[in-house]
């Protein structure tokens, strides 16, 4: 399972986040938290991951 996660960086964040605009009526406003912990990871991997694609379309639903 660990291998698959090398692989594959950042899925459970990208799932965490699913979730939470699934149970939010798809508002990314109400999930800026795990949206951040997609992007620390994202940062972390180098953006070297499929899950990290969507990150800006919802880092810009983000209030500043």
Known sequence: MAKRESIE???K???YIQACLS???FLPQKCITVI???QSC???HN???T???SL???LKQKPK
């Open 9 to 11: 960086p950042c899925k």
């Open 13 to 15: 964040e990208a799932c």
């Open 23 to 25: 149970k939010n009526n």
């Open 36 to 38: 951040e912990l997609l």
């Open 42 to 44: 994202c940062e972390k």
């Open 47 to 49: 953006y070297n991951s």
């Open 51 to 53: 899950h990290c694609a």
């Open 56 to 58: 800006s379309g919802l």
